[in-house]
């Protein structure tokens, strides 16, 4: 297994809608392991595809002991919201903001061999499966903004030169020759 390199705001892979998996094999089960033992060296709570260069429909997941995956992710929530709590996202390292998220979430899809897969929670896994499945759909944390948080949150992401950092990434990403998924987490812990 591999820890992977984390994509940071500005990567466009961030922004892009993912693609569903069809190829079910040896490069899917890697990429999965990967990616748990990546949120894991992180202490991120989960961890979406996108987030680590792979533009396809997958996502890991640790809260509260419940570790899984999954792939193809189908998700309802309630009507009703919970509290806000302050959510970060390894992409967006150092900042944490107040985001309202519904109150429970049920999450449908397959695991690696294709199996099905249904998953539901309150708290901090519905948190956990509505901000995973959004980097899915090219959306971050910080869209969910309004007001003063989305004016302060904006501000630091310029102040820190994400996109240049991103930008350089990039450039060495493409000039180095890699194999297998080379294209497109849930919050740390907020102090």
Known sequence: MTVLSIRIIGDPVLRTKA?????FGPEL?????????????VEGAGLAAPQVGVSLRVFTYLIDGQRGHVINPV???????QEDRVEGC???????????RRRWSRVTGVDVNGNPVSLEGEGMLARCFQHETDHLDGVLYID???GDDRKNA??????????????????????SVGSGFTRGTFGQPSA
């Open 75 to 81: 998700l309802e929530n309630s009507d009703d919201f």
């Open 90 to 100: 390894l992409s967006i390292p150092g900042l944490g903001y107040p985001v309202q």
């Open 29 to 41: 089960a890697k990429l999965v392991a990967d990616m748990d033992e990546t949120m894991e060296s």
């Open 19 to 23: 693609e569903p998996v069809r190829d």
């Open 144 to 146: 969910h903004l309004s």
């Open 154 to 175: 904006l501000r630091s992401i310029r102040d820190a030169s994400y996109n240049s950092v991103a930008k350089e990434t990039e450039v060495k990403r493409s000039s």
